[in-house]
């Protein structure tokens, strides 16, 4: 097989005649990209029609490959108006599958608001962040003095500490 190949990462999205500038990947992790695509089409029912797709060169790490090839993939979600810009990746068909996973994460976020995973994230942090009450804080301490008398029984007979 040569190295360029049409990019057949994902067959339910629609397929292109864009050439990609690598080796292909591994049978294995081409059909796990497939199967997340799938569950995930199927969560965000992401149209084909729905989405532009360009290809624009990347900057950054990469070498010689960025600077040639046009691996930076931009999204743009026509319907929402989303637009998403991934170069993580020194492949294309890597940045591809990214950039359509991020794109699903921000139409998630935007479709479900408080409820979607990223926010609960933020919340959570938010919660562990947040300043004890006084009262929290007082049983803390007292479990930890608690705790160092316990140690503190522990020592040696006879230890001058």
């Not at 026509?78 to 492949?91: F, H, I, N, T, Y």
């Not at 599958?97 to 990223?118: H, P, V």
């Not at 959570?124 to 009450?133: F, T, V």
């Not at 705790?147 to 029984?153: F, L, S, Y």
Request: hydrophobic letters at 30%.
């Amino acid at each position: 097989m040569s190295n360029r190949t049409k990019n057949a990462l994902n067959p339910i999205f629609e397929q292109r005649d864009v050439e990609i500038d690598q080796e292909p990947l591994p049978e294995t992790r081409q059909a796990e990209i497939r199967q997340h695509l799938r569950v995930v089409h199927r969560q965000e029912s992401l149209d084909a029609l729905d989405l532009d797709e360009q290809f624009v060169r990347s900057g950054g790490k990469g070498g010689q490959n960025v600077n040639k090839v046009a691996t930076c993939v931009v999204l743009r979600h026509r319907p929402s108006g989303l637009q998403v810009k991934c170069q993580e990746a020194r492949s294309q068909a890597m940045n591809r599958f990214l950039a359509r996973r991020l794109l699903c994460e921000k139409l998630d976020t935007l479709r479900r608001g408080a409820a979607s995973a990223a926010e609960q994230a933020r919340e959570r942090i938010r919660r562990q962040k947040r300043k004890r009450s006084k009262r929290a804080k007082e049983k803390m301490l007292a479990s930890k003095h608690a705790q160092g008398e316990k140690k503190a029984q522990r020592r040696r007979v006879g230890s001058d500490e």
